[in-house]
């Protein structure tokens, strides 16, 4: 088992940055890539970003290329999601997901290719 634990989340104002982070423990040495979705109320769970546990390589939605970063840190078995140049549409619970055995990197953007999930840090974005 591999458990996950978001931080960082609150509440910014248009065009202020956060820096949202997960831990992930237990098997964490199976995890191979680690990903951030995102659920605004009465939408579904979006994908925002994604990263390969060895190479680094990262995949982003297109509405955040440019103003968001994934980045990990092996050592402390944590992968962050800095985010800049914040919108109201930014407006969501962020989750991070954990895959222990990606097929492809062309699904990493599909929440079912994901095991383990946390439990969701509120980011609210005011204009």
Same mark, same amino acid.
């Given at each position: 088992?591999?458990?996950?634990?978001?931080? =960082? =989340?609150?509440?910014? #104002? &248009?065009? +202020?940055?956060?820096?949202?982070?997960? &831990?992930?423990?237990?098997?964490?040495?199976?995890?191979? &890539? !680690?990903?951030?979705?995102? #659920?605004?109320?009465?939408?579904?769970? +979006?994908?925002?970003?994604?990263? !390969?546990?060895?190479?680094?390589?990262?995949?982003?939605?297109?509405?955040?290329?440019?103003?968001?970063?994934?980045?990990?840190?092996?050592?402390?078995?944590?992968? /962050?999601?800095? !985010?800049?140049?914040? +919108?109201?549409?930014?407006?969501?619970?962020?989750?991070?997901?954990?895959?222990?055995?990606?097929?492809?990197?062309?699904?990493?953007?599909?929440? /079912? +290719? /994901?095991?383990?999930?946390?439990?969701?840090?509120?980011?609210?974005?005011?204009?």
């Amino acid at each position: 088992q591999v458990q996950l634990v978001e931080s =960082g =989340g609150g509440l910014v #104002q &248009a065009g +202020e940055s956060l820096r949202l982070s997960c &831990a992930a423990s237990g098997r964490s040495f199976s995890i191979n &890539a !680690m990903g951030w979705f995102r #659920q605004a109320p009465g939408k579904d769970r +979006e994908f925002v970003a994604a990263i !390969m546990w060895l190479g680094g390589s990262t995949y982003y939605q297109d509405s955040v290329k440019g103003r968001f970063t994934i980045f990990k840190d092996n050592a402390k078995n944590t992968v /962050y999601l800095q !985010m800049n140049s914040l +919108e109201p549409e930014d407006t969501a619970v962020y989750y991070c997901a954990a895959d222990v055995d990606p097929r492809s990197v062309k699904l990493l953007h599909l929440k /079912y +290719e /994901y095991d383990y999930w946390g439990q969701g840090t509120q980011v609210t974005v005011s204009s």
